[in-house]
């Protein structure tokens, strides 16, 4: 089974800067696209950045140009670098996965569960 989890969460100074890690663990399997979401209270989960396993990035108009995604295909870790931070980026950060299983070549979609950043005014 395929399991994501998050690190990096926290609190942090509006202007100031913080990254989030994302680590994809299990075995046998071939990651395509990961990604960052985010969900702040009351609001609807939105995606954030995008990165897929060529390297091509997608970003939120909100975010683009603050914060950058990255990946190490080597370990399976996708990285969110986030500068600038506004108070209105307090959310609950996601990280998404899809790719497939090797043997069975069956369809992973997974999500880890969270890491709250919360920025000050």
């Known amino acids: 089974q395929v399991q994501l989890v998050e690190s990096g969460g926290g609190l942090v100074q509006g202007g100031g800067s913080l990254r989030l890690s994302c680590v994809a663990s299990g075995s046998s399997f071939s990651i395509d696209a990961m990604g960052w979401y985010r969900q702040a209270p009351g609001k609807q989960r939105e995606l954030v950045a995008l990165?897929?396993?060529?390297?091509?990035?997608n970003y939120a108009d909100s975010v683009n140009g603050r914060f950058t995604i990255s990946r190490d295909n080597g370990v399976n870790m996708v990285y969110l670098q986030r500068n600038s931070l506004k108070p209105e980026d307090t959310a609950v950060y996601l990280c998404h996965a899809n790719g497939v299983r090797l043997v069975s070549r069956s369809i992973i979609d997974v999500w880890g569960k969270g890491t709250l950043v919360t920025v000050s005014s």
């Open positions: 990165i897929k396993s060529g390297g091509s990035t």
